[in-house]
């Protein structure tokens, strides 16, 4: 076996001197940079590879106390993979991400937040509570969703009825849990249940990559259930079959 040439020893001394550098490039360097328009960052403090910023934002969703330890060699493949982790609006968010030009993967994805801190993101009209994510997987193309597994927890919710006595009053719906299985056509699937409550709630949502949305299922009322409910329930589904079940389907685009 030959010894290695003197090129050979010079290409890896580049190499090695290259990839000491990029260990100290600074965070913010790389974010004046490479950093995509939707993405907004302010108190960068580290590393490209491990770093942190006080506040961000991506598009319209806000990040405080963000952390990120990213890997060097899915470079390699042209594209971007690591861990990140920040606080939301009264939650917080962790995952391992890998993003490439075309499409962002988050696994091992665990989250809670407000929905007063998705309003500005999601036509909530005045809806309270809380939402929590475990998602084994969730892909992402052009700032949509089009593949999930796992679930999503909604909690605590209260929502505005017409038949209130106030504008400002709220009706207590309870909690849902929203199971995904991942779909190789690009439309994310996902299947609803209550988990207690006031109202007995079951059924399916589904996501189009062209943004449009559709929620089908049956609902009716459990013994509890306040007067005010129901009446919006005979204002907003259809006729109870005989076990006393209404049907729902609500569409639209996002």
Same mark, same amino acid.
Do not use: C, H
């Given at each position: 076996?030959?010894?290695?040439?003197? !090129?050979?020893?010079?290409?890896?001394?580049?190499? +090695?001197?290259?990839? !000491?550098?990029?260990?100290?490039?600074?965070?913010?360097?790389?974010?004046?940079?490479?950093?995509?328009?939707?993405?907004?960052?302010?108190?960068?403090?580290?590393?490209?590879?491990?770093?942190?910023?006080?506040?961000?934002?991506?598009?319209?969703?806000?990040?405080?106390?963000?952390?990120?330890?990213?890997?060097?060699?899915?470079?390699?493949? +042209?594209?971007?993979?690591?861990?990140?982790?920040?606080?939301?609006?009264?939650?917080?968010?962790?995952?391992?991400?890998?993003?490439?030009?075309?499409?962002?993967?988050?696994?091992?994805?665990?989250?809670?937040?407000?929905?007063?801190?998705?309003?500005?993101?999601?036509?909530?009209?005045?809806?309270?509570?809380?939402?929590?994510?475990?998602? @084994?997987?969730?892909?992402?193309?052009?700032?949509?969703?089009?593949?999930?597994?796992?679930?999503?927890?909604?909690?605590?919710?209260?929502?505005?009825?017409?038949?209130?006595? @106030?504008?400002?009053?709220?009706?207590?719906?309870?909690?849902?849990?929203?199971?995904?299985?991942?779909? @190789?056509?690009?439309?994310?699937?996902?299947? !609803?249940?209550?988990?207690?409550?006031?109202?007995?709630?079951?059924?399916?949502?589904?996501?189009?990559?062209?943004?449009?949305?559709?929620?089908?299922?049956?609902?009716?009322?459990?013994?509890?259930?306040?007067?005010?409910?129901?009446?919006?329930?005979?204002?907003?589904?259809?006729?109870?079959?005989?076990?006393?079940?209404?049907? !729902?389907?609500?569409?639209? @685009?996002?």
């Amino acid at each position: 076996m030959s010894a290695p040439s003197k !090129f050979s020893w010079i290409a890896l001394g580049a190499g +090695a001197y290259l990839a !000491f550098l990029l260990t100290l490039f600074p965070a913010s360097t790389a974010y004046r940079w490479f950093a995509p328009d939707t993405l907004r960052l302010a108190g960068i403090e580290g590393t490209l590879w491990s770093g942190r910023a006080l506040l961000g934002s991506v598009g319209r969703f806000g990040l405080n106390e963000i952390q990120w330890r990213l890997q060097p060699w899915p470079l390699l493949l +042209a594209r971007i993979g690591g861990q990140v982790q920040a606080r939301l609006a009264n939650g917080f968010l962790e995952t391992e991400i890998e993003a490439t030009f075309t499409e962002t993967t988050l696994r091992n994805l665990r989250a809670s937040i407000s929905l007063d801190g998705l309003q500005e993101l999601l036509p909530l009209g005045g809806i309270e509570g809380y939402v929590s994510a475990e998602l @084994s997987e969730l892909r992402i193309q052009g700032r949509w969703p089009v593949g999930a597994t796992g679930e999503i927890r909604l909690g605590e919710l209260e929502v505005p009825l017409i038949f209130t006595p @106030s504008s400002d009053s709220l009706i207590a719906l309870g909690n849902y849990r929203i199971r995904f299985v991942d779909s @190789s056509n690009g439309v994310l699937v996902g299947n !609803f249940e209550d988990q207690g409550g006031p109202l007995e709630v079951s059924g399916s949502l589904r996501l189009s990559p062209d943004r449009a949305y559709v929620i089908e299922g049956v609902v009716r009322t459990r013994p509890e259930a306040p007067v005010e409910l129901s009446q919006g329930l005979e204002f907003m589904t259809a006729p109870p079959d005989a076990s006393g079940q209404r049907a !729902f389907s609500l569409s639209g @685009s996002l």
